[in-house]
């Protein structure tokens, strides 16, 4: 299934998350040759749980660009899991409004780009199917 305008953007927007997951896997590396972590064990975890999603996040996006509807659904989730972040960062004793908007600007963005691609896919499936 080819992939429309509105899917290809959903799919970079997703890329680019999962980028930024990579990049911030690289950050918890240079963190704990400086000695910035006060327990090693739970920072190689983190790590391998930040790779690990970074590679999911990144097959999503190439999945979307292929037209397939499993990417559309786990970028999806992984849009609402953003926004689960930017409510816990936006409440609390500890509250960031400003990095709680920061953190789900761009989720409302890509959500809402998946669920127009999503219709979209479903209209072309439609019209192939009657066709």
Do not use: H, K
Not at 18 to 42: M, Y
Not at 82 to 94: E, N, Q, S
């Amino acid at each position: 299934m080819r992939t429309n305008r509105i899917g290809r953007v959903a799919a970079v927007l997703v890329g680019l998350e999962g980028l930024g997951l990579v990049a911030l896997a690289v950050w918890q590396i240079v963190a704990i040759v400086g000695g910035d972590t006060a327990s090693i064990d739970s920072a190689l975890a983190l790590i391998v749980l930040t790779a690990v999603g970074a590679a999911a996040v990144i097959a999503f996006a190439v999945a979307i660009w292929r037209g397939r509807s499993w990417g559309r659904s786990g970028a999806v989730v992984a849009q609402l899991l953003i926004l689960a972040v930017a409510l816990g960062a936006a409440t609390g004793a500890y509250a960031e409004p400003a990095a709680a908007l920061v953190i789900a600007a761009p989720a409302i963005v890509t959500l809402v780009l998946l669920v127009l691609a999503v219709r979209e896919a479903g209209r072309e499936s439609r019209d192939e199917a009657s066709a």
